[in-house]
């Protein structure tokens, strides 16, 4: 039975797919018709069975699309952004990638796109220059989504760096609030000797289409898409997930839905009982945001990821609604195949710090250590010039915060690994420091508690002065309880909070442990509340002894 | 789980993760109340998801909550202050602001946060504040956090203040604040008085100023001619580098030299010299056309723009009429933007005049030889020029060889108003001398003169 077949009938594939989940369908909304919605909620009466107002975020949304703002950036460039509103200078710029950050009024955050996390010497070096004409105000940072967002930007640098960008292929389109983000994939892709596909076409070949004519523009919360290629691809934390699966001995992809994080609640992604062909990707993931487009909950925000209309939905009518919007589409458009969401990812992340072969034969990668993720204009020209001197050209980001310089023929790695950079950025780090994720910290953000960089770079690097430990430990830190560094994550988890201490009332990390994201994947669980950050190396330490099997220098000594 | 294809079995996971900090969704699901004495202590586990309700409160009446700040009731945390900003007026944000000077170590976080509402009573506060020091501001440090607010509110009245605190000695840290402060509001500024202000602040002994300034300067409009200008004179070596830095990253547009030519489109060597090194040091093609070329010009590549030079000394027939047609011809193929012709720019009168200067013999000055030309515009043209370089302008007989007699005019020497090698100063050249008769561009001065005025061009 084709799934198109049950979109039609409803009936249940019977696969037994073990998901608790709503199966009597809540009434939903449909969206599609923001303005009319947008008027019935102005006119302050509401219909039965209308569509709820819009709230006034929505409103915002609605009026006009952020894009729109692109021929503008020169103008107001010159001109002063005086005549831009609050909703236009911190909601509709963010489509075009440009951030208003409250903590540095007048220093802007601008969020590229890197499908896949691949970057060119000469993208970089673009980046290089904006980054160094900021000063001491501009830096950038590896995002968890294989991305850079650049610091410290004024708003007449817009124009002439979106043309700098255009030039060299890059673009910072709709990577910022409601929209789907920078699709991540192997960040080993094409170089891996253990990957099943190599995920860079099939990235590239979804961002086309979403950022295409009929890519949706106005979703009811952001939309994080990945695609796997290899057997350490973990991607359950995104809305949409395409994990290698083998289905009548043909490699295709899983789907995998639903996964997210915030403040509220986390969720890691379930099958969508569905399995597509490498090539049915791009118009399927157009099906999916189409139907979240069409479908969300836009009445309330912390509650409109698409897990939630999942839930809302059902399961089964959830498919059924997206594979019949992917029908609907264009004429061709798969129907998939009902698969029981099995999948070749089997194991945790590797780290891809060091140098390592291809399955190019006489080529390596070497991955660098970027701690916290965050690089400076220094950096970004030493990197250029490495990759341009050692390898092809071409950089990667990982998940993980960190770089890599590929195609680099072997005799030459050793000759890298002397490079001053690398006392910077050592391919060697130490386990904690390898596997270190944070997000941005109260330098740049309002909201975190602590700053989170900093932080972690500090007691890392005490705790590996301490401690010796059998392998690395993946630790991610984040500042509020909104999770960008996504703390559920990581085996080792902190939050940043307050506490009191001495009667002062004092920065501090909540502590959360058990996150793995190997074959069993687990969320870390709150283990201890609001440690102050002065204690914290001591904490930390007892814990990585006692549960991490680290051994303590000064004993062993 | 068995999978039917003996693969691994697929991640079944609905609910894994904790759910730490449960949130209303909804005023129906819990009734908020934002009230001040209600909001639960830092560290407390209820703090962030009451933040979250109070940050739906829209619109947040906002009195209650600066009144329990100023009594000390509730402490600006930041966590607060992110919640509460985005819906500050202009005298909330005076309110805290006043509130911060009087305790600026409760906060240091607090003036960014506040001061990103933009209005006039608290651009009026910033500047009383700093126009006199401020009272509670003798803190360096103080004042540094609020001089980039200042400059964030983009008032133009505002310039002279953060230009004399960025350029008056004084403590590095204000100085490097108001020059934020500037850098802030760049395009609110008079350019003129920006961009000045800018080129002294890059020669400033403190590199970090320098170089600040010199960022600044190259996001001005037609950045690369004071850079340019700038990296002639003497810099701190890592604020020179920085300069050459963003002059890198400054593309030069295609230039277009426009020139008379001869027969057949045959160009002088001295424009092609010329062109070659103008190339090489602007980094930018530089194209080379005469008005005698029959061809038809080729194509800029699309989207590239280019500036036209008309290489002519006088306002004849082609810079009235032959130029601007050219011009609407490149326009049909991409963005053009056309310069006045050569003997218009002023830098090149007052080279022509250092020139007849250096010519002077006894107080007797060479005369300027032209091209015939006529009309009321090349009159006045030609007594403006005799008014700016002290020489008369004389034309060229129609008959070459009477040029013998002006050459043995005893009233002084000539100079052919020609920039290469024409029949006028082929001519000359018998009755002068080969260095006396040189046309303009081989003569050392004036050709790098108009080289260094070509290479600052956008």
Known sequence: MSLRALAVSGSDPGLGLGVVLITTPLPIPDMSDSAAAAVDGAAGATPLGAPPPLTKLELAKSSFC???????????????????DEATLTIHLKWLGIFFRPVSPGRFMVRLRLPNGVISADQLEVLAEVVDRCGEHGSADITTRQNLQLRG???????????????VGLTTRQSGHDNPRNITGNPLAGIDPDEFVDTRPLVGAIQNVLLGPDGPRNLPRKFNVAVGGAPDSFLLHNDLAYLPAVWKGELGFTVMVGGFFSAQRNELAIPLGLWLRPEELPQFTLAVLRHYERRGDRTTRNRSRVMYLIEALGLDAYRAEVVETWGALAAGAGEGVLHDGSHLVSRAPRDV????????????????????GRLDSAALYALVDMARG???????????????????????????????????????????????VSCTGNHYCGLAQISTKST??????????????????????????????????????????????DGQMVEAVKIFLGGSMADDPQLAVLHEKAVPLSDLPDVLETLLVERFGASRRNASA | MASPLGLRPAVMVSSLGPSPIPVPSSAAELPFEPDPAALPAPGHAERWPWLLALRRQRPLVLEPWLRAIEIGQIEPESDLLAVLSDQLDGDAAVRLLRFWWQHPQQNPSLPNLVGRVRDRAVADLLAAALADGGEGLEDPACQAVLWPLLGHQRRASDFPLLQRRALQPGPRQVRQSALEGLSLGLSAWPLPALRSTLISLASDLDPLLAGAAVDALARLPDARSPLILLSRSSLEASVAERLQRRLRALPASTLLLLVHGRAEGFI????????????????????????????????????DPLSLIPLFLLPGGHVRHDVP?????????????????????????????????????????????????????AVRYLAHLERVTGAACIQTPEAYVDLAALAGDQRGGLIPLSLGASRLSESLAPLLGEAAAAPLLARPVLREGLLQALEVLP
């Open chain 1, 456 to 501: 972690a770079l500090a007691v890392l690097q005490e705790l590996e002065q301490r401690l010796v430990l059998p392998e690395s430990v993946r630790n991610h830190w984040t500042g509020c309880p909104n999770a960008c560094g996504q703390p559920y994550m990581g085996q080792i988890g902190l939050m940043g909070a307050k506490a009191r201490k």
């Open chain 1, 390 to 436: 050692y390898g092809s050209g071409e950089l990667r980001f990982s998940e993980s915060q960190n770089v890599l310089i590929v195609d680099v023929p072997a005799q030459r790695a050793d000759a890298l690994l002397e490079e001053p950079l690398l006392r910077r950025f050592p391919s060697d780090p130490g386990p904690l420091l390898a596997e270190a």
């Open chain 1, 153 to 167: 930007l004024l708003l007449e640098d817009m124009a002439p760096l979106m043309e700098s960008l255009e030039r």
């Open chain 1, 66 to 84: 952020g894009l729109d703002l692109a021929p503008r950036l020169d103008e107001l460039g010159r001109m002063g952004w005086e005549s831009l």
């Open chain 2, 268 to 303: 002088p060597p001295e424009f092609h010299s010329l062109a070659a090194e103008l190339e090489q040091r602007r980094g930018a093609p530089v194209r080379l056309r005469a008005l005698t070329d029959p061809s038809p010009i080729p194509p800029q590549p699309l989207g």
């Open chain 1, 353 to 372: 710090c060091g140098v390592h072969p291809q399955k190019q034969p006489g080529l390596c990668w070497v991955g660098l250590n970027v701690p916290m």
């Open chain 2, 325 to 377: 047609a050219i011009a609407t011809a490149l326009r049909r193929q991409g963005p053009v933007r056309v310069l006045p012709f050569l003997g218009a720019w002023s830098f090149w009168q007052r080279a022509l005049a250092s020139e007849v200067a250096q010519g002077a013999v006894d107080s007797c000055r060479p005369r300027l030889l032209h091209h015939p030309i006529a009309g009321p515009l």
